[in-house]
């Protein structure tokens, strides 16, 4: 090879690393552009037909996930009136898990009203004959039970537990967790606004509060 040809080559070789910073720059510009003018970006975006049903009630396949993460509220029915499981992105029979990438506030709307609990860290929707039936709702609140005891006191009075119940609780939770193992204990279900309502307490190296919502109308 030349000298010549050699300066050729050294003076191509050199806009190489150049071409490629600049392609990378390029990348990220079209990319900012992009979500500038995507609805991930908008403070208040509005739901596509794909994202949300008609009446306001999520959807539950990757753009109906994706959008009341966002928005930060998941909506469900259980009612006569709520849409097929199917035209909502689930199974027709089923249990289909979801875990948000954030918390989000829950709203399930009942035949009598509705409920609302924020920071809900993950849900389960339980379908059958196309309809949803259940909704089971992992709240994130505190993984100890001094921190389960409080929430589940706040929603005494709405929920219908009584004092007698949750005391009951603590000395089945106790006798369970000196048996050792894994420990979960159900509340009693109660009829509030229509809905059959109840919640279970789950004790391994953390304590968790699951909120289980049901059709009474289902099955």
Same mark, same amino acid.
Request: proline letters at 4%.
């Given at each position: 090879?030349?000298?010549?040809?050699?300066?050729?080559?050294?003076?191509?070789?050199?806009?190489?690393?150049?071409?490629?910073? =600049?392609?990378?720059?390029?990348?990220?510009?079209?990319?900012?552009?992009?979500? /500038?003018?995507?609805?991930?970006?908008? *403070?208040?975006?509005?739901?596509?037909?794909?994202?949300?049903?008609?009446?306001?009630?999520?959807? %539950?396949?990757?753009?109906?996930?994706?959008? %009341?993460?966002?928005?930060?509220?998941?909506?469900?029915?259980?009612?006569?009136?709520?849409?097929?499981?199917?035209?909502?992105?689930?199974?027709?029979?089923?249990?289909?898990?979801?875990?948000?990438?954030?918390?989000?506030?829950?709203?399930?709307?009942?035949?009598?009203?509705?409920?609302?609990?924020?920071?809900?860290?993950?849900?389960?929707?339980?379908?059958?004959? *196309?309809?949803?039936?259940?909704?089971?709702?992992?709240?994130?609140?505190?993984?100890?039970?001094?921190?389960?005891?409080?929430?589940?006191? =706040?929603?005494?009075?709405?929920?219908?537990?009584?004092?007698?119940?949750?005391? /009951?609780?603590?000395?089945?939770?106790?006798?369970?967790?000196?048996?050792?193992?894994?420990?979960?204990?159900?509340?009693?279900?109660?009829?509030?606004?229509?809905?059959?309502?109840?919640?279970?307490?789950?004790?391994?190296? *953390?304590?968790?509060?699951?909120?289980?919502?049901?059709?009474?109308?289902?099955?």
């Amino acid at each position: 090879m030349t000298l010549a040809e050699k300066r050729r080559r050294k003076a191509l070789l050199s806009w190489v690393p150049i071409t490629i910073v =600049a392609l990378v720059c390029a990348g990220f510009v079209v990319g900012a552009i992009a979500m /500038q003018n995507s609805w991930w970006t908008q *403070d208040d975006p509005t739901a596509s037909d794909d994202q949300q049903m008609s009446d306001g009630m999520s959807r %539950f396949d990757r753009a109906g996930v994706d959008f %009341f993460t966002r928005q930060g509220t998941m909506r469900v029915k259980l009612r006569e009136d709520a849409a097929p499981a199917s035209a909502l992105g689930l199974d027709a029979d089923g249990r289909q898990d979801f875990a948000p990438i954030t918390p989000v506030t829950a709203v399930i709307v009942a035949p009598d009203g509705a409920f609302a609990y924020e920071l809900v860290d993950s849900f389960s929707l339980e379908t059958e004959g *196309d309809r949803v039936t259940e909704v089971r709702l992992l709240l994130d609140g505190a993984k100890t039970w001094a921190g389960v005891t409080s929430q589940l006191q =706040a929603m005494a009075a709405e929920w219908g537990w009584t004092t007698a119940q949750l005391d /009951q609780l603590t000395q089945d939770i106790g006798d369970k967790m000196r048996a050792g193992g894994e420990t979960v204990v159900p509340l009693p279900s109660v009829t509030v606004k229509g809905a059959t309502v109840s919640a279970e307490v789950a004790v391994d190296t *953390d304590v968790s509060l699951t909120l289980v919502i049901t059709d009474p109308a289902a099955g």
